[in-house]
């Protein structure tokens, strides 16, 4: 049975941040608090691992 692109980007690779998923979120966020704080408007970030996207 193939693996989907979803299912292949959440699967655990040891890194960081676990997979590749989690470490473009990581990245995306950490975009979103910088430009929060450039254009002082803060983003409300609970986490640096937060998901801002998942699916189902």
Not at 4 to 23: L, M, N, P, V, Y
Not at 39 to 55: I, N
């Amino acid at each position: 049975m193939r693996r989907t692109f979803d299912e292949e980007c959440k699967q655990d690779r040891g890194a960081f941040f676990r997979s590749i998923h989690g470490t473009l979120n990581h990245l995306l966020l950490a975009d979103k608090i910088w430009l929060g704080r450039f254009e002082r408007v803060p983003f409300p970030a609970v986490s640096l691992d937060q998901q801002l996207f998942s699916r189902p």
